[in-house]
T-cell receptor, first 115, second 111 residues
Framework: GAGVSQSPRYKVAKRGQDVALRCDPI?????LFWYQQALGQGPEFLTY????????KSGLPSDRFFAERPEGSVSTLKIQRTQQEDSAVYLC?????????????FGPGTRLTVL | GQQLNQSPQSMFIQEGEDVSMNCTSS?????WLWYKQDPGEGPVLLIA?????ELTSNGRLTAQFGITRKDSFLNISASIPSDVGIYFC???????????FGSGTQLTVLP
């Protein structure tokens, strides 16, 4: 089947605007992760869902960042009052189960540019 | 946030040469992973290592999980043009589901 998809692929926002980034995981995958990848760096963990439950949000950099997965499939990462330091690629990954060593499959990412 | 120390940052090699890159950490990881990321794409898993001392191959790629659980290396033999990209190490610590990534090695293969 299809891999992880993300939309939009590119987003330009003016500072102070709110944005919403969507992730469609692989069908049937239990776990969903969001990562933030700054230019020239490796991805950094933001938050983790198992089904609809957000089990770990320790990586969210501020209370302007909010993620949800209400029906245990599609997830949305929302950033309120965007700042220039929020500019990055936001990657979504899913894995089949909630087990520790389960392979994570990554989407292509959404590149967010805040002007 | 916490990241693994990955080196080198970039490499320029001739086609056909072997290449080696490594990752170190100040803390123990239970799983080491190596990913490749092409421009505009997400990382793709190359090799996964689950036991200290484990040596695993995937075609021309070979990776090892360090015996101290604090390091790993990736070797690519007989490089070809399609090996160009950014290689990331990643680890999982304890019972964490999330991955901690290195800062990447940019590989360029010259014809």
């Amino acid at each position: 089947g299809a891999g992880v998809s993300q939309s939009p692929r590119y987003k330009v926002a003016k500072r102070g605007q709110d944005v919403a980034l969507r992730c469609d995981p692989i069908s049937g995958h239990v776990s969903l992760f969001w990562y933030q990848q700054a230019l020239g760096q490796g991805p950094e963990f933001l938050t983790y869902f198992q089904n609809e439950a957000q089990l770990d949000k320790s990586g969210l950099p501020s209370d302007r960042f909010f993620a949800e997965r209400p029906e245990g499939s599609v997830s949305t990462l929302k950033i309120q009052r965007t700042q220039q330091e929020d500019s990055a690629v936001y990657l979504c990954a899913s894995s089949l189960t909630g087990r520790v060593n389960n392979e994570q499959f990554f989407g292509p990412g959404t590149r967010l540019t805040v002007l | 946030g916490q990241q693994l120390n990955q080196s080198p940052q970039s490499m320029f090699i001739q086609e056909g040469e072997d290449v080696s890159m490594n990752c170190t950490s100040s803390s123990i990881f239970n799983t080491w992973l190596w990913y490749k990321q092409d421009p505009g794409e997400g990382p793709v898993l190359l090799i996964a290592l689950y036991k200290a001392g484990e040596l695993t191959s995937n075609g021309r790629l070979t990776a090892q999980f360090g015996i101290t659980r604090k390091d790993s290396f990736l070797n690519i033999s007989a490089s070809i043009p399609s090996d160009v990209g950014i290689y990331f190490c990643a680890g999982q610590a304890g019972s964490a589901r999330q991955l901690t990534f290195g800062s990447g090695t940019q590989l360029t293969v010259l014809p």
